[in-house]
């Protein structure tokens, strides 16, 4: 965020509005634009901040107040007091125009204080949210306002696509865009592919745009809802996927399998491993996502049998102090 503060006298190329583009490129490569200060805009002309007393380009000096930028810190906590900042959380998540931030015990009584400051600090807010964690069946975040807007229904922008739902209703990740642009990266086009845990379909998305062929699955009849409006405003073809409103473990595969199983559920996603193993084609990649220690006691290779290998595993971000949600590729072997 910047603000815009009028300081002493300096000195500006006034140019008309159709040379404004050409006069700042001039300036740019001749080392004579002040890049500290602002252009100053009127009616059809642009004055453009110099750092010399006159140029060869074709306009007029003048010599006015200049506008600085002077830039803040967009760390909300610089605008909390000192019994506060320590305490608050560094990282929260954003879903376009909604921050969802948890927040300790001890500072449920400054929650006003700090919502005002996420809204200070970041403009493209309008809706602060208390995330008391994820819970059911649906893996719905308990959400309760705590500042701005009264809305739970945003867009979230992302690599490209733009994913629309309501967050009180369904559960998204935005600290999942790394990887899904990861997995994005690894399909090859016409791939036929699981997404057993699909929400608002996001990783359906991103591989519908690399060609795939999805089969997406979600027990929450809100996540479905949402996907489809996903789908049609990303531009998916209707034909390029199927989205059923189902448990993974209740869906009738009958003989089909797959190239590429996304199993996106790591809070109880080992008990749907044994499954998953018996979809996925030869050659093919389960990416599995798992809650591990961050000790790495947990290993793989004692869910699988020699027919698969681990052939990736990398640490997607941190769960808590002691844990890390981590990703495993997990490769069916041809032989």
Not at 80 to 98: C, K, Y
Not at 272 to 281: F, G, I
Not at 292 to 299: A, G, L, Q
């Amino acid at each position: 965020m910047q603000n815009l503060i009028k300081i002493h006298l300096i000195n500006h190329l006034k140019v008309t509005n159709d040379r404004a583009e050409e006069a700042k490129e001039f300036l740019k490569d001749k080392g004579y634009l002040n890049s500290n200060y602002l252009p100053i805009k009127g009616d059809n002309f642009v004055l453009w901040p110099l750092i010399v007393e006159s140029v060869p380009f074709e306009g007029k000096i003048i010599r006015c107040d200049g506008i600085k930028y002077v830039k803040q810190s967009r760390d909300y906590r610089s605008k909390l007091n000192d019994e506060i900042r320590d305490l608050a959380p560094r990282s929260f998540d954003i879903f376009g125009e909604i921050a969802i931030i948890k927040l300790v015990d001890d500072l449920r009584n400054y929650e006003k204080e700090i919502a005002e400051a996420l809204l200070l600090s970041h403009t493209n807010v309008r809706t602060v949210c208390l995330d008391s964690g994820v819970h059911g069946e649906f893996r719905l975040r308990d959400l309760r306002l705590i500042g701005g807007e009264n809305n739970f229904v945003s867009i979230h922008k992302e690599n490209g696509m733009e994913f629309e739902a309501d967050i009180s209703k369904v559960y998204f990740s935005p600290r999942l865009a790394t990887e899904r642009e990861r997995i994005s990266s690894l399909v090859q086009h016409g791939e036929f592919v699981l997404d057993a845990f699909a929400g608002v379909a996001p990783f359906s998305i991103s591989l519908a745009k690399k060609g795939c062929k999805l089969l997406s699955l979600d027990s929450n009849p809100e996540a479905k809802k949402w996907a489809l409006k996903n789908f049609s405003n990303n531009g998916i073809s209707k034909n390029q996927y199927n989205f059923y409103n189902s448990k993974f473990e209740d869906f009738d595969f009958k003989s089909k399998k797959f190239d590429r199983i996304i199993m996106n559920n790591p809070t109880n996603c080992l008990h749907y491993l044994e499954k998953a193993l018996n979809l996925v084609a030869k050659n093919g990649t389960i990416h599995f996502y798992n809650i591990c220690p961050k000790d790495e006691t947990f290993s793989i290779t004692n869910h699988i049998n020699s027919d698969y290998e681990c052939i990736g595993k990398n640490i997607v971000h941190a769960y808590s102090p002691s844990s890390s949600l981590f990703a495993f590729d997990i490769r069916r072997n041809s032989i």
